[in-house]
């Protein structure tokens, strides 16, 4: 029976728990291994493909609407975060 390559990926992924610092509540993520073009060897080749695979991932945005929607989004929301809080409304549990 031939392997699928989706068994493949699910196998090659690594699960972690991470807990929350103010909750406390644990969330799981599975997350995929550094793939490269060959053996790594060295911690200096281990750290280049990582760098590359991060520079790769994270590019800056070049999309024109993106600033455009950002601001947009500042404006609408400026009004209520400068609004200043006031007293808590407390109600009776009775």
């Known amino acids: ?38 053996e790594l060897r060295s911690q200096t080749e281990k750290a280049e493909a990582l760098a590359n695979n991060l520079e790769t991932q994270f590019q800056p945005v ?3 609407w993106v600033p455009t929607f950002i601001e947009m989004v500042d404006v609408a929301l400026r009004p209520y975060l400068l609004t200043p809080a006031g007293e808590p409304e407390l109600t009776n549990p009775d």
């Open 62 to 64: 070049t999309d024109t």
């Open 1 to 38: 029976m031939e392997e699928r390559p989706e068994d493949q990926d699910a196998r090659s992924r690594r699960t972690i728990a991470v807990a929350d610092d103010q909750t406390g509540v644990e969330s799981t993520y599975s997350i995929s291994p550094l793939v490269t073009p060959g």
